[in-house]
């Protein structure tokens, strides 16, 4: 049996938990997939559009909030390092306070929500009455849909992907499966597609709901619920969550503008480009599987003063990623017909999408190096790096180049500027990477210099 070097001997731990994050995190596209499969294959394709840009908003409802997921997995994997329990159950309580909060407080503005998104995004007529219809179906399971969130970082932050991934095969199967009654044998087509993913929701979230109550210490519960609201701690939490709200608003701000601009350059281009993002986010959902994993190890270890792995840790990585990119974009750029013609009966969407297929090869490679060095700063719980640097890639990389796209009406420019994107994003947390072990080596230091002191003293 070859044994592996001290620094590496994480590996089977980080294959397991990867393993397990990457079948939970599939789920969820591939449920995608299978929403546009059922309406792309309707005689209309305005069905198809709607949805497609009806999706923008949820895009910022729920995509943004993923923070919460982040920020629980963040704060659960250091307080699970240091074994502290109570710790454990405050991570998860002060983050469902405030998905719960968040999620009634859509639900109470969803007419308002809906007026003002659709007010911004372009398209028919029938394609924003198609998208209106889908929204009003899904705003239902908002309250569930963040509070998953919260469960799923939870759970990840304690190793138990067990859990999460028994939520991802009920939430998402039952979404396959109320897709397939709403849309195909109810003609409901929109508005059968949010239905069904709302309800799909609430019972990935009953699932979740058991597995916290047979896995809390119940004796841990009273004290934990005393400092509930301790003002130092729960500050701390919220300028966590905040950074990493704003890294997820600025993500999908890109990519919402992306799909709006791509509605400019007609309803056929929309399809076409919405379809690749289909692919692109199968593919980044399974690269952010083995990003919770560098997450929670990335936590663990720093709290447990393990720094000498966490390079490790971002090296395993980046090199489980990098290929796993590259076999999604390969498969698109070869097979076109076979796996566009799955999603979609309808010629004039085929006819030229293989046109655009090759920007997914840099983008998806870059993108799987730019979400693994996310991943390490956010188990660090470095939010601040993380802000700042989505900020500048959205400003300096993203904004001129879609501009550009926009003026000159070109797709291929538009697609450039997503690139230009992930790019800055990479080359920014590359740079700031020696620096913060750095950082972290001098605090160490610190750290077993503190009982010398005392001793002395």
């Known amino acids: 049996m070859v044994s592996l070097p001290n620094q590496y001997n994480f590996l089977p731990r980080f294959y397991r938990l990867s393993s397990v994050s990457v079948l939970s995190n599939m789920m969820v596209p591939l449920a995608g997939l299978v929403d546009t499969a059922f309406l792309g294959h309707l005689t209309d394709i305005r069905h198809l559009a709607g949805v497609i840009l009806g999706s923008i908003l949820f895009d910022y409802l729920y995509r943004v909030l993923k923070f919460l997921r982040s920020s629980t997995n963040a704060m659960t994997a250091q307080a699970s390092g240091k074994e502290d329990h109570k710790g454990i159950l405050l991570a998860g309580m002060r983050s469902s306070l405030v998905a719960l909060a968040i999620g009634l407080m859509i639900l109470v503005l969803q007419y308002p929500l809906q007026r003002v998104g659709f007010a911004i995004l372009s398209g028919s007529q029938a394609v924003e009455a198609s998208g209106i219809d889908y929204f009003y179906g899904r705003i239902w399971g908002a309250p569930a849909v963040l509070l998953n969130f919260v469960l799923i970082g939870w759970f990840l932050g304690r190793e138990r992907n067990g859990m999460v991934l028994l939520m991802s095969i009920v939430g998402n199967g039952s979404n396959v499966l109320l897709d397939y009654l709403m ?50 701690a729960l500050k701390d939490a919220v300028a966590l969550k905040g950074n990493i709200l704003i890294r997820f608003l600025v993500l999908i701000s890109t990519y919402a503008i992306f799909t709006n601009l791509s509605s400019t350059l007609g309803t056929t281009t929309l399809a076409q480009n919405g379809l690749l993002l289909q692919i692109a986010l199968l593919s980044q959902f399974t690269i952010q599987g083995v990003g919770m994993t560098t997450q929670t190890l990335t936590g663990n270890f720093k709290s447990k003063g393990a720094t000498e792995q966490l390079v490790p840790v971002l090296l395993v990585s980046i090199l489980t990623t990098l290929p796993i990119a590259l076999g999604f974009a390969a498969a698109t750029i070869l097979f076109p017909n076979t796996i566009f013609g799955l999603l979609t009966s309808h010629a004039e969407v085929n006819a030229h999408i293989a046109d655009y297929t090759l920007w997914l090869l840099p983008l998806l490679e870059i993108t799987a190096v730019a979400f693994m060095l996310e991943g390490y700063f956010i188990g660090l719980k470095e939010g601040k790096t993380l802000r700042n640097a989505v900020l500048i890639a959205f400003g300096a990389g993203f904004v001129p180049i879609a501009l550009s796209a926009w003026y000159w009406h070109s797709n291929h420019l538009l697609w450039l500027s997503l690139v230009a994107y992930v790019t800055t994003i990479g080359i920014i947390l590359g740079l700031q990477l020696p620096k913060s072990l750095g950082q972290l080596k001098l605090q160490q230091q610190l750290q077993q210099q503190e009982p010398l002191l005392a001793t002395d003293n």
Request: no cysteine; hydrophobic share 55%; net charge negative.
């Open 183 to 232: 849309i195909f044998k109810w003609g409901w087509a929109s508005a059968g597609a949010g239905f069904a993913t709302a309800m799909s929701q609430y019972l990935a979230l009953l699932i979740g709901l058991i597995g916290v109550g047979s896995t809390i210490q119940w004796g841990q519960v009273p004290a934990a619920l005393q400092e509930l609201f301790e003002w130092t």
